[in-house]
């Protein structure tokens, strides 16, 4: 599953702020202007744990895969680019500028009840962010055409 992805972030040093872990995706109303009503119906807006600042990296797509084809491309052991929903939010927040723009999708991976999830955020043409989500093991493969992007820990 090498070259499914490209770093894109390489000469960049992008940081996310230490995070008390209180956030959640479906609760940030003030930065999504549509929020995905699963990240609730699957019991993904809960707490979690808090986060020293963190150093991550962004990737680009340049194979087709599907979501854990594209996450295992950079490391056999998933759970470690898991990042909290609130590093989510700080980064959204605070590297926007990152986010795939054109309506095309950033994916984030996050840990929810024990179970993996994948929150895909679109700017919108007026620049609007929406926010939706996925189950991890859900099988649809993502075209790489649209260079979509995802953000993870720096390992």
Not at 6 to 25: F, N, P, V, W
Not at 29 to 45: Q, R
Not at 81 to 108: E, S
Request: neutral net charge.
């Amino acid at each position: 599953m090498a070259n499914l992805l490209r770093l894109i972030s390489g000469g960049e040093q992008l940081m996310l702020d230490a995070c008390d872990g209180k956030r959640t995706i479906a609760g940030a109303t003030d930065i999504f202007s549509y929020i995905d009503p699963d990240l609730k119906n699957w019991g993904t807006d809960v707490e979690d744990e808090a986060t020293p600042a963190t150093a991550v990296a962004v990737h680009e797509m340049v194979k087709d895969g599907n979501l854990a084809e594209i996450f295992t491309s950079l490391s056999g052991d998933v759970r470690k680019l898991a990042l909290t929903q609130d590093q989510i939010l700080n980064f959204v927040k605070k590297h926007r500028n990152w986010l795939r723009q054109d309506g095309w999708a950033t994916l984030f991976l996050f840990r929810a009840g024990g179970k993996l999830f994948v929150a895909y955020v679109f700017v919108d043409s007026g620049g609007g962010l929406l926010v939706y989500v996925l189950r991890f093991e859900f099988g649809l493969v993502w075209r790489a055409g649209p260079q979509r992007r995802l953000v993870v820990p720096q390992l």
